[in-house]
């Protein structure tokens, strides 16, 4: 998948609603609760929120190793 991204729609902040990560990356608000479930998204819990850790997810794609 060659998906752009447009720099502009980053977040100033390092978290993220699940909705608004969901709409960012083309996917249902559902897909993104069920990926947080199983531990493939980082998130930050702040009370009964849980938050998706741009920072972490940021970090994790720029050391992640691609090969063609």
Known sequence: ???????????????????????????????VTGWINRGYLPVV???????VNIALVTRMALEQEFSL
């Open 45 to 51: 819990e702040i009370g009964k929120y849980r938050l």
């Open 1 to 31: 998948m060659d998906t752009q991204i447009d720099a502009s729609q980053m977040p100033s902040v390092p978290i993220m609603s699940r909705k608004k990560f969901a709409d960012l990356v083309g996917v249902t608000e559902d897909t």
